[in-house]
C-alpha cells in the first residue's frame, strides 16, 4: 500500500529552491546559445537573454569557413584520444599491483610513498616549462601529453576500486595457471567496467578541458588545442594590447571577437562534453563515492 | 616451501614490472622537476644552465618577502580560497539537503542533470560565459537594474572581482560537491524520519536533528580534507577572468608565479615562489590528511 502524503507549502518552497539551483546553472549555457545564435548588434547590445534575437547562424557560418577552429579541434580530438590511452593503460597497470596487501606484495608501501608525496607536492610551473623545453618537447603534442601521463588520483582510485574484487576470484585464477597480467586483463578488467568508465570519461573530460599546458608549451597556431585558441581570442585581449593596435587591426580583432562569433565557438567547443555528459551522469557518482567516502 | 617462495618472487617480479611504465613516467616529469627547484637558489641563467648558473642562497626569498606585492597576493589568495571553501561547502551542503527533501523523483532527475553540468565545463568556456553575463549591458546589470541598481562593471573592478570569484566557483561546484553529502544522506535509515514524525517532529526538527547529525561526519571529514586547499584560490578560473585592472584584488600566487616566471622569464624568483606556495601547501595537505586519519578514520589508501 502506497500512502499519499498531501503536497504542503514546505514541499513547495523545497521545489521552488530546487528549481532556482538548476536554473541558475542553466542560465549562464542557455544564454551563450541564444547569443550564438543572435545578430551581432544586439549581442553586442546585451539585449539578448534566454532567446535569441533575429535568429540567424552567421556565427556558425563563420566557423565554417575559420581553417584555425578545425585545426584547433582537431588537435584537441588527437590529443584526447592519445592522452586517454596512454593515461589509461598506465593507470590500470599501476592500479593493479598497489591493490595487492602488502603480504603479496612486499615492495608495495615504498611504491606508495612516492605517488603519496608526489600528490601532494610538486616544484611548481617553472621547473616543469624548463623540463619540457630541454626534452625538446615544445611546439609538440607530446608536451600535453606526457607530462600528464599518470593521473595520480585516478591511480588511487581504482585502486581501491580493485581492493574490492573478492581475493578468492584471483586465487582461482592462480589455480587455473594464470600470471598477474593475465589476472588483470581477464578477472580484473570485466569486473571493473563501471570504475573504468568513470576514469576514462575524467580522462576526456581533462584532456577537453585543459588550456594551460597549450599556452605555454604550444607556439604555432596550427598546434593550438581548441581551449587555448579559444582562451587566445577572447580572454587575452586586454586594453593594452588594444591600445597599441592599428585600427585596421582593431576592427579585424572587433571583426574576429565578435560576441556572436565568440560565443558559437564556445557552443561548438562544448558539444563534445554534452554528447558524453549522459554517460558521466551515469558513472562520475560512483567514482567520487569511491573516492571520497570511503573507510 | 622453496616453491612457494619462488612463487611469490615471479608474482612480484610481474608487479614490479607492471609499475614499470607508470613510475618512469613519474621519475621524469615529477621526480626530475623537484630537483629543478634548486633554481630557486640560484641566480639562473638558461644559458649556463643549472649547474653552471650562480648560487645566491635565499636571496630569491628575501626578495620576495620584502615585495608589498607579496603580502597583497597572498591576502588575495587566501580571501578568495577561503570564501571558496566556506561558500562552498554550505551551498553543497545545504543544496544537499533541500534533495534529500524532495519528494518528486523526476525533479530530482531534472535538477541534478543541470547543477552537475557546470563541475565538466572549462574555465575557458566559463569565462565567455561571465563576461557576456557581467558585461556592463549584460543579463546581470539589466536584472539588477529592475531594483534600481547601477550597472556595474564587475569583471575590472576591484570592489567586485573576488565576490564574482568566489561565487563563480561556487556556481560552478556546488552541484558535483554535493554528491558526497547525499551518498551520506542514502544511508540514513528511514525508520529514523518515521519515529520522529510519529513523536511529532516536524520537517525542520527532522532536517537539523536526524539529517545533519548523520552527515556530520562526512561534513567534519569535507572540511578537513579542504583545509589543504588554503593556498589553492583556483588558478585556472581567475586566469581566465582577471585583467591587470583587478591584480590588486585578484591576482594569486599562482597567476604571480606564472607571470613573473614564465611570462617576464625571471626563472629563478618564480620557481622561488612557486616554492615557498608548495611547500606550505604540502604541510597543509599532509596535516590535513593526518587529521582527517585521526578523526574520521579516513585514508586515502
Known amino acids: 500500500m502506497k500512502k499519499k502524503r498531501k503536497i504542503s507549502t514546505a514541499d513547495i518552497l523545497i521545489a521552488f529552491l530546487l528549481i532556482v539551483c538548476g536554473l541558475m546553472c542553466l542560465i549562464p549555457i542557455l544564454n551563450t546559445v541564444a547569443i ?11 539585449r539578448v537573454g534566454l532567446w535569441p ?37 598506465l593507470t590500470i597497470l599501476m592500479a593493479y599491483p598497489l591493490s595487492k596487501e602488502p603480504g603479496k606484495f612486499r615492495a608495495k608501501k615504498y611504491y606508495m610513498w612516492i605517488v603519496i608525496f608526489l600528490m601532494m607536492f610538486n616544484g611548481g610551473i617553472v621547473p616543469n616549462f624548463i623540463l619540457v623545453k630541454n626534452l625538446n618537447l615544445m611546439d609538440t603534442i607530446w608536451a600535453l601529453i606526457l607530462p600528464g601521463a599518470v593521473p595520480v588520483f585516478n591511480v588511487i582510485l581504482l585502486m581501491n576500486f580493485f581492493k574490492g574484487i573478492p581475493d578468492s576470484l584471483e586465487e582461482a585464477a592462480v589455480i587455473d595457471g594464470a600470471n598477474p597480467l593475465q589476472i588483470l586483463i581477464k578477472v580484473f578488467l570485466p569486473m571493473s567496467k563501471a570504475a573504468l568508465a568513470t576514469i576514462t570519461l575524467f580522462c576526456i573530460v581533462n584532456h577537453w578541458n585543459a588550456f594551460f599546458d597549450g599556452k605555454i608549451y604550444i607556439n604555432s597556431l596550427e598546434k593550438l588545442p581548441l581551449q587555448t585558441y579559444i582562451q587566445s581570442l577572447v580572454v587575452d585581449l586586454n586594453p593594452e594590447q588594444m591600445a597599441s593596435m592599428t585600427p585596421k587591426q582593431m576592427s579585424e580583432q572587433m571583426q574576429l571577437s565578435s560576441l556572436t562569433f565568440n560565443s558559437a565557438k564556445v557552443v561548438v567547443s562544448m558539444l563534445p562534453i554534452l554528447l558524453i555528459y549522459p554517460f558521466l551522469q551515469k558513472y562520475f557518482v560512483t567514482g567520487i563515492v569511491m573516492g571520497a567516502v570511503k573507510e | 616451501m622453496g616453491n612457494k617462495y619462488k612463487k611469490r618472487n615471479v608474482t612480484e617480479r610481474y608487479y614490479h614490472l607492471m609499475l614499470l611504465p ?9 621526480i626530475v622537476p623537484l630537483g629543478g627547484v634548486v633554481i630557486a637558489f640560484q641566480n639562473f641563467k638558461p644559458v649556463k644552465g643549472i649547474f653552471g648558473s650562480q648560487f645566491v642562497g635565499l636571496d630569491n626569498f628575501r626578495r620576495l618577502f620584502y615585495l608589498p606585492d607579496f603580502w597583497q597576493i597572498l591576502e588575495n589568495t587566501l580571501l578568495i580560497a577561503v570564501g571558496k571553501i566556506g561558500m562552498g561547502m554550505l551551498m553543497a551542503v545545504v543544496f544537499a539537503v533541500l534533495l534529500n527533501e524532495c519528494r518528486s523523483t523526476v525533479l530530482k532527475r531534472l535538477v541534478q542533470t543541470s547543477v552537475y553540468l557546470p563541475h565538466f565545463l572549462s574555465w575557458v568556456i566559463l569565462a565567455v560565459m561571465f563576461s557576456n553575463l557581467l558585461s556592463y549591458g549584460g543579463v546581470v546589470n539589466r536584472f539588477l537594474g529592475l531594483f534600481g541598481m547601477e550597472p556595474q562593471m564587475f569583471l575590472v573592478s576591484n570592489k567586485w572581482f573576488r565576490s564574482i570569484a568566489v561565487l563563480g566557483d561556487v556556481w560552478k561546484e556546488f552541484g558535483y560537491n554535493a554528491v558526497v553529502y547525499v551518498a551520506a544522506m542514502t544511508s540514513i535509515d528511514p525508520g529514523l524520519y518515521e519515529a520522529a514524525k510519529i513523536d511529532g517532529a516536524n520537517r525542520w526538527d527532522r532536517i537539523w536533528h536526524i539529517t545533519i547529525p548523520s552527515i556530520l561526519p562526512t561534513i567534519i571529514l569535507m572540511m578537513t580534507l579542504n583545509m589543504g586547499q588554503i593556498m589553492n584560490a583556483g588558478f585556472d578560473e581567475i586566469f581566465n577572468l582577471y585583467s591587470p585592472l583587478v591584480y590588486e584584488t585578484g591576482d594569486i600566487i599562482d597567476t604571480y608565479v606564472y607571470r613573473v616566471g614564465l611570462t617576464n622569464m625571471q626563472y629563478s624568483f618564480g620557481t622561488a615562489v612557486g616554492l615557498f606556495k608548495s611547500v606550505i601547501s ?9 587529521l582527517a586519519d585521526k578523526f574520521a578514520g579516513y585514508r586515502i589508501f
Open chain 1, 36 to 46: 550564438s545564435f543572435s545578430d551581432k548588434t544586439s549581442a553586442a547590445m546585451g
Open chain 2, 282 to 290: 604540502f604541510i597543509l595537505l599532509a596535516g590535513s590528511y593526518k
Open chain 2, 22 to 30: 607508470g613510475m618512469a613516467f613519474l621519475f621524469l616529469f615529477h
Open chain 1, 53 to 89: 534575437i533575429n535568429f540567424n547562424v552567421a556565427g556558425y557560418r563563420a566557423i565554417l569557413e575559420e581553417k584555425q577552429f578545425f585545426h584547433s579541434f582537431f588537435v584537441s580530438v588527437r590529443r584526447v584520444a592519445a592522452g586517454t590511452a596512454l593515461n589509461m593503460s
